[in-house]
């Protein structure tokens, strides 16, 4: 699919959810590899806002960069 105007919108939705499921992924290798004895942890967070009423945090790992290549790639191909 090409980037334009109209798929701009879908771009960023396949971009957060291929972010949100590479970082989850990640978590349960993370755990996964401690229920083995080695304890990687290469997470960076959290990262986010608050507005004192509505706050966003995000826990950021190589999981979440590797979501976005792939949701870039998943765009490219669709």
Request: glycine content about 10%; aromatic content about 6%; hydrophobic content about 60%.
């Amino acid at each position: 699919m090409k980037l334009t105007g109209k798929t701009l919108s879908s771009l960023a939705l396949i971009c957060v959810l291929c972010m949100l499921v590479g970082g989850l992924a990640w978590e349960v290798l993370e755990r996964v590899a401690l229920r083995f004895g080695l304890d990687v942890d290469l997470s960076v967070g959290p990262v986010g806002f608050d507005l004192s009423v509505v706050a966003l945090h995000v826990t950021v790992n190589p999981g979440t960069f590797l979501g976005l290549v792939a949701a870039v790639l998943l765009f490219r191909a669709l």
